[in-house]
């Protein structure tokens, strides 16, 4: 028989912050990060990370941009080019980004709040027209940053700083209004499905047009507290048994209750649906003919 290999001894005192299988995608001279113990969302960077890694994307290609909220800071701390933006303003912005620099692949992370409250008009006409954007949504269910406050996705009946004995004001069901809108892929997952998150990541940044993918992701500290979850694990505990994973499920039927099931997969997937900027491209290539000049991928004014 032969010797079984001893496994390699790793000297946890003198482990740098470079040594972190993820740390040339994230700006680890600004670790350690803000979000509280058991948020999500640092789950959710290492899954975006993981599929930078396997894609192996040239980082130049790469712009990220965020809104104001938890999930906001992602842009700072992200090692690429990125854009930390106003409050519900990300879709506005990355879409100004991506016409003139129609070469880049352009990702917004930010909350529920940011994304589909105050920012709820600039998401449904960017999926209405396809925008070639991948849209990370983090849904904890409340404004985590500013006190824990009613959000848009706030199930029924659950408690926050501003809906104390429950709330009474119908949610957004997210895949569903980015589907009815125009979305080309939609996909939910929660912070627990880390493989299928990271490989629906790598999927999206394959694919073009409005690409939404949802994220439920536990609030400990403010929506649980109030509601009294419990810690960070009960919440993961609660995903791993209440989580059915339905590919291809009519958005229509994946709303979320208070702690009730949570419906997860990739529920929209339309890869030859043109985009904005092909739209735009045929329609002026038609109209004006010879006269129309798009935009070089490099972006800015071409000569004469």
């Known amino acids: 028989m032969s010797a079984q290999a001893e496994a390699p001894t790793i000297d946890m005192d003198n482990v740098q912050p470079e040594d972190h299988p ?33 894609l192996d994307l040239d980082p130049k290609t790469i712009a990220i941009v965020s809104g104001i909220g938890c999930t906001g800071r992602v842009a700072g701390y992200m090692n690429y080019d990125a854009f ?14 991506k016409m003139a620099r129609t070469e880049l692949n352009v990702t917004l992370f930010s909350g529920d709040g940011d994304l589909s409250g105050i920012g709820g008009n600039h998401f449904i006409h ?32 659950a408690i926050s700083s501003t809906m104390p004995f429950g709330n009474f004001d119908q949610p957004f069901n997210l895949p569903h209004l980015a589907a009815s809108c125009g979305a080309s892929y939609v996909a939910r997952w929660t912070s ?8 629906t990541f790598e999927e999206a940044m394959q694919r073009k047009g409005f690409r939404f993918i949802e994220v439920i992701a536990p ?46 997969g990739k529920f929209v997937d339309e890869p030859e649906k043109t985009t904005y900027h092909e739209n735009m491209h045929t329609h002026y290539e038609q109209v004006l003919g010879d006269k129309y000049v798009p935009m070089p991928p490099e972006g800015g004014w071409r000569d004469e």
């Not at 991948?134 to 959000?151: K, P, S």
């Not at 403010?222 to 509601?227: F, K, M, P, S």
């Not at 960070?232 to 291809?248: C, P, T």
């Open 22 to 54: 993820i740390a040339p995608f994230i700006r680890m001279d600004r670790m350690p990060h803000i979000w509280c113990p058991t948020c999500g969302i640092g789950t959710v960077v290492k899954c975006y990370a993981a599929a930078m890694e396997k």
């Open 126 to 157: 960017a999926a209405r027209r396809n925008m070639d954007l991948l849209v990370v949504l983090v849904n904890n269910f409340t404004y985590a940053m500013t006190g824990g406050q009613n959000a848009p996705t706030t199930p029924l009946k």
């Open 192 to 199: 627990l499905h880390i493989r299928r998150m990271t490989k």
């Open 219 to 264: 609030c400990s500290t403010l929506y649980a507290r109030r509601n009294k979850l419990g810690t960070g694990l009960n919440l993961m505990q609660f995903y791993h048994d209440n989580s059915e994973i339905r590919h291809g499920e009519d958005t229509r039927n994946v709303d979320i209750g208070f702690q009730e099931k949570i419906i997860c």
């Open 84 to 97: 930390h933006t106003t409050h519900g303003r990300a879709i506005a912005f990355a879409t100004g980004l």
